[in-house]
């Protein structure tokens, strides 16, 4: 089966108070799109591997053949990268969450503001094209990152948030102001959805 694009869950131009409607049109219609239409391009003949979501392919890439295990890391780690990308920002949305991953975070952390450091470091640290973290590890939450589209899933890790940070996905309103993307990165985040995957994690799922 082959994989799709999944639809913005909200328009395109909801997202303005940190990121303007163009960037997410081209984002999501040309360069996630570009990455679903690779990965099935790669997966060609490889019905087993065609029958895996996207999370299992990831998390068994040591099983893709070799002569494709590449072109799996780039673009299924691009789509699934990018599908929850989509889905933990929302409008009108930011704040802090409350609950389990709320303590969770101040438990690892010590608060959200150390936390919310810890995700700008990584975010500004990664060299080049690449991703900050929140991920449960070992039952642990941590912060990581990684370069280009390689998925926390290929290490065993669950992602729970994450912030793209190639410059494709901000550079026409940011520019090179990398700093300035991932401060107003925070007032789109959507809670609920990040909580909502850091309980599936716990579970397991």
């Known amino acids: 089966m082959a994989f799709t694009l999944p639809a913005l869950p909200y328009p395109a131009d909801a997202l303005e108070v940190a990121i303007d409607k163009t960037t997410m049109e081209i984002h999501h219609g040309r360069h996630h799109k570009t990455y ?45 990268n990018h599908s929850m990308f989509w889905e933990i920002m929302a409008k009108d949305a930011g704040g802090t969450p409350s609950g389990p991953l709320a303590d969770e975070i101040k438990k690892t952390f010590a608060d959200f503001a150390t936390f919310e450091q810890k995700i700008k470091e990584a975010a500004l640290g990664r060299f080049g094209s690449g991703w900050a973290w929140l991920v449960l590890a070992d039952g642990k939450l941590a912060v ?25 996905a901000y550079y026409l309103r940011y520019q090179n102001k990398r700093p ?26």
Do not use: C, F
């Open 36 to 80: 679903v239409d690779n990965l099935n391009k790669a997966l060609e003949g490889h019905a087993d591997l065609q029958n895996k979501s996207i999370d299992q392919l990831l998390r068994d890439i040591n099983s893709v053949p070799q002569n494709i295990k590449q072109a799996v890391i780039n673009n299924g780690g691009g789509h699934a």
């Open 144 to 168: 990581v990152n990684s370069a280009n589209q390689d998925s926390p899933l290929m290490t065993g890790q669950s992602p729970l948030l994450g912030i793209d940070v190639w410059e494709h």
């Open 180 to 205: 300035d993307y991932v401060d107003a990165w925070w007032k789109v985040v959507n809670w609920n959805a990040v909580t909502a995957r850091y309980s599936q994690a716990k579970a397991g799922k």
